[in-house]
């Protein structure tokens, strides 16, 4: 675990949430091309004709797999970091332009250094070149990369250049265009509010589209339509009880406007009222009948975040032929390490700067696991473990928690182990638990009922089919999506895998399985006073145990267990 569960988790939600609907409705406009496309062969019709390439490259025209009819530029390159220069017409200096390309990998490069890296010649030192996009992904897979850029007043000769490293790239839909902000005026249609609002919401004047809404709402809302978009914006200010009577009164107009009913599941949910978001869902279920899996059964199993779990199965379905592939190339590249079940413990900021209770926990798990290497991580260290994304790095900025869910995974997917959050508290050599746990599974973690499972502490082979695949689904959905519609996003897409994928599901299933409640007794009572035979009785009831180092509403007396946790007296 980390310092705080992110503050900015909640503004990602809202940021789902704000989604567009099935109606249709204005969009704020990204910038726009200025003086049309500049690539002069943007589908690489002309194959490697024109291209500037160095010698150490070959390239010739081939169809994209999977994208029947499109062709694309398959390039080889036998040595290191290679750039290929597209033809392109002049770029004028003092110009911004905006740079997008495609690209396909059968399998992951040798030297991964796919990028867009733009040139010219500059006679000042500060009017040199220095920018570059983030690189794609280095996995078998469709990716796609993009660089806004100004050529410098005083530049000449510019150019961009598409990097890849040894291997195979097939790049694909090329596009290069001089690029101006958008007009996002707004003019309001009096004849009709509900499109005044939806233009209002475009252009991000949530005050005037909330009174056209009301307007709407007042004067019948026939379709429910301004009653959906202002339970939206309900949902987003976690107004749960007047999103929940807007929403209803917008489902029962459309019920076959599935969506509805799903958002006001939600409402019901956060309000606590489980049984009216069963029957919420249920109903939105009724019309939603394309579904790649059982949604009354994922329904039966658990009412919670319906329509999160819902949303993450629909995408894990769409992609689990990429995410099977990913997870399998790296299964047949295993690193060669000399880890021995190592244990990975992180705290983003270092261990010198965490809370005592954190420290107490470190020093615990030291002392108790002596022939055992414990690995102390912090966020500018990981680079000599894992190679971590930049694209991933820079989106979950800050966001300690579900960063933290992501690198769990690379590191128990490269070097096998265990991880556990900085809080939890080990009295024991965890050794011979993981060795049980392991002995007929290639992953453990602790469980409430099948896939439901808690991720603060993992144990995995280095082989784990199940951790690869999660890997591989968790990494990809913050590609392509890179949001969070829940919190507990992490757990939602194993759930997600397990009911979608047959290896995962028999790999899991025949693992050890022990339930989660135990090693969260200690939790309920740390700010109480400490009593010896039931610290004893806790500490018996599991191997590890989850503690917490925010939301404690008070100081602890000297004399609680948690005071006697830190002073490391029990």
């Given at each position: 675990m980390?310092?705080?569960?992110?503050?900015d988790?909640l503004?990602?939600f809202?940021?789902a949430?704000?989604?567009?609907?099935?109606?249709?409705q204005?969009?704020?406009?990204p910038l726009?091309?200025?003086?049309?496309?500049?690539a002069?062969?943007?589908?690489?019709r002309?194959g490697?004709?024109?291209?500037?390439?160095p010698?150490?490259?070959?390239?010739?025209?081939?169809?994209?797999?999977?994208?029947?009819?499109?062709?694309g530029?398959g390039?080889?390159?036998?040595?290191?970091?290679?750039?290929?220069?597209?033809?392109?017409?002049?770029?004028?200096?003092?110009v911004?332009?905006?740079a997008?390309?495609s690209?396909?990998?059968?399998?992951?490069l040798s030297?991964?250094?796919?990028?867009?890296?733009?040139?010219?010649?500059?006679d000042?030192?500060?009017?040199?070149?220095?920018v570059?996009?983030?690189?794609?992904?280095n996995?078998?897979?469709?990716?796609?990369?993009?660089?806004?850029?100004?050529?410098?007043?005083g530049?000449?000769d510019?150019?961009?250049?598409?990097?890849?490293?040894?291997?195979?790239?097939?790049?694909?839909d090329?596009?290069?265009?001089?690029?101006?902000?958008?007009?996002?005026?707004?003019?309001p249609?009096?004849d009709d509010?509900?499109a005044?609002?939806?233009?209002?919401?475009?252009?991000?004047?949530?005050?005037?589209?909330?009174?056209?809404l009301?307007?709407v709402?007042?004067?019948g809302?026939?379709?429910?339509?301004?009653?959906?978009?202002?339970?939206?914006?309900?949902?987003?200010?976690?107004r749960?009880?007047?999103a929940?009577?807007?929403l209803?009164g917008?489902?029962?107009?459309?019920?076959?406007a599935?969506?509805?009913g799903?958002?006001?599941?939600?409402?019901y949910?956060?309000l606590?009222?489980?049984?009216?978001?069963?029957?919420a869902?249920?109903?939105?279920?009724?019309y939603?009948?394309?579904l790649?899996?059982?949604?009354?059964?994922?329904?039966?199993?658990?009412?919670?975040?319906?329509?999160?779990?819902r949303?993450?199965?629909?995408?894990?379905a769409?992609h689990?032929?990429?995410?099977?592939?990913q997870?399998e190339?790296?299964?047949a590249?295993?690193?060669?390490?000399?880890?021995?079940?190592?244990?990975?413990?992180?705290?983003?900021?270092?261990?010198?700067?965490?809370?005592?209770?954190?420290?107490?926990?470190?020093a615990?798990?030291?002392?108790?696991n002596?022939?055992?290497?414990v690995?102390?991580?912090?966020?500018?260290?990981i680079?000599?473990?894992?190679?971590?994304?930049?694209?991933?790095?820079?989106?979950?900025?800050?966001d300690?928690?579900?960063?933290?869910?992501?690198?769990?995974?690379?590191?128990?997917?490269k070097?096998?182990g265990?991880w556990?959050?900085a809080?939890?508290?080990?009295?024991?050599?965890?050794?011979?638990?993981?060795?049980?746990?392991?002995?007929?599974?290639?992953?453990?973690?602790?469980?409430?009922?099948?896939?439901y499972?808690?991720?603060w502490?993992l144990?995995?082979?280095?082989?784990s089919?199940?951790m690869?695949?999660?890997?591989?689904?968790?990494?990809?959905w913050?590609e392509?999506?890179?949001?969070?519609?829940d919190?507990?996003l992490h757990?939602?897409i194993?759930e997600?895998?397990?009911?979608?994928?047959?290896?995962?599901?028999?790999?899991?299933?025949a693992?050890l399985?022990?339930n989660?409640?135990?090693?969260?007794?200690l939790?309920?009572v740390l700010l109480?006073?400490?009593?010896?035979?039931?610290?004893?009785?806790?500490?018996?009831?599991?191997?590890?145990h989850?503690?917490?180092?925010?939301?404690?509403?008070?100081?602890?007396?000297?004399?609680?267990?948690?005071?006697?946790?830190?002073?490391?007296?029990?």
């Amino acid at each position: 675990m980390t310092a705080n569960a992110p503050d900015d988790w909640l503004a990602r939600f809202r940021g789902a949430l704000r989604r567009t609907p099935q109606t249709p409705q204005p969009q704020p406009e990204p910038l726009q091309p200025a003086g049309g496309e500049l690539a002069a062969d943007p589908g690489f019709r002309d194959g490697p004709e024109n291209v500037d390439m160095p010698a150490t490259v070959t390239a010739e025209r081939v169809e994209v797999p999977g994208r029947a009819g499109v062709y694309g530029l398959g390039v080889t390159v036998s040595g290191g970091d290679t750039g290929i220069a597209p033809p392109i017409q002049p770029l004028a200096p003092g110009v911004t332009y905006r740079a997008d390309v495609s690209i396909f990998l059968a399998e992951p490069l040798s030297v991964p250094t796919l990028r867009i890296v733009p040139e010219w010649v500059a006679d000042e030192p500060a009017d040199r070149p220095s920018v570059r996009s983030m690189p794609a992904r280095n996995e078998y897979g469709h990716h796609r990369i993009s660089l806004t850029f100004t050529v410098p007043a005083g530049a000449r000769d510019a150019l961009v250049r598409l990097h890849s490293g040894e291997g195979t790239t097939i790049w694909y839909d090329y596009s290069l265009t001089a690029v101006v902000a958008p007009d996002v005026t707004v003019i309001p249609d009096g004849d009709d509010p509900l499109a005044a609002a939806r233009a209002a919401l475009a252009a991000g004047d949530l005050p005037v589209a909330v009174t056209a809404l009301r307007q709407v709402v007042k004067a019948g809302d026939p379709d429910g339509d301004a009653a959906w978009e202002l339970g939206r914006i309900a949902l987003t200010e976690q107004r749960w009880s007047a999103a929940e009577q807007l929403l209803r009164g917008a489902a029962a107009k459309r019920p076959e406007a599935f969506e509805r009913g799903y958002a006001l599941a939600l409402a019901y949910d956060r309000l606590k009222r489980r049984d009216d978001s069963r029957r919420a869902s249920a109903a939105a279920l009724v019309y939603d009948t394309k579904l790649p899996f059982d949604g009354p059964a994922l329904l039966d199993s658990d009412v919670t975040s319906f329509g999160a779990r819902r949303e993450v199965g629909i995408f894990l379905a769409e992609h689990l032929t990429q995410i099977r592939t990913q997870a399998e190339q790296r299964l047949a590249r295993p690193v060669d390490s000399t880890f021995d079940q190592p244990i990975f413990v992180y705290w983003a900021q270092g261990f010198d700067s965490a809370p005592p209770v954190v420290r107490a926990c470190l020093a615990a798990l030291k002392a108790n696991n002596p022939d055992s290497r414990v690995h102390e991580l912090s966020l500018d260290g990981i680079g000599d473990y894992v190679d971590v994304p930049e694209d991933l790095v820079a989106s979950l900025a800050g966001d300690h928690y579900h960063f933290s869910d992501l690198l769990r995974m690379l590191l128990l997917e490269k070097f096998g182990g265990v991880w556990l959050d900085a809080t939890c508290l080990v009295t024991e050599p965890l050794r011979p638990h993981v060795d049980r746990a392991l002995a007929k599974g290639s992953v453990f973690a602790f469980n409430y009922t099948g896939p439901y499972l808690v991720n603060w502490f993992l144990a995995s082979r280095p082989d784990s089919y199940v951790m690869h695949l999660w890997r591989a689904a968790s990494f990809l959905w913050w590609e392509k999506r890179g949001e969070i519609v829940d919190l507990l996003l992490h757990h939602h897409i194993f759930e997600m895998l397990h009911r979608l994928d047959d290896r995962f599901r028999a790999e899991w299933d025949a693992g050890l399985r022990l339930n989660a409640t135990p090693p969260h007794a200690l939790q309920s009572v740390l700010l109480k006073p400490y009593e010896p035979e039931m610290f004893q009785t806790i500490m018996e009831s599991a191997f590890v145990h989850k503690l917490r180092h925010h939301a404690l509403n008070e100081a602890p007396n000297s004399e609680s267990y948690l005071s006697r946790i830190i002073r490391r007296d029990y």
